[in-house]
């Protein structure tokens, strides 16, 4: 399972990847796990192909 988390727009991407979630980011983190939980168990029931055709690119809108 690959979970995007973007890029920083400068500065190393090491520091990006380890620091704690912006605001901004919390309001996807939500719907983001549970897309994540979704994917991992439909990738133990349907197999990488369905999977991947299912969730790839998938992009989620803010929790308000």
Request: proline residues 2%.
């Amino acid at each position: 399972l690959r979970l995007g988390v973007g890029r920083p727009q400068k500065g190393s991407v090491s520091n990006w990847v380890l620091s704690k979630f912006s605001n901004e980011d919390k309001m996807y983190l939500e719907k983001f796990l549970t897309s994540a939980a979704n994917a991992v168990e439909c990738y133990i029931e349907n197999g990488f192909d369905r999977t991947a055709n299912r969730f790839s690119r998938l992009k989620l809108k803010k929790r308000e």
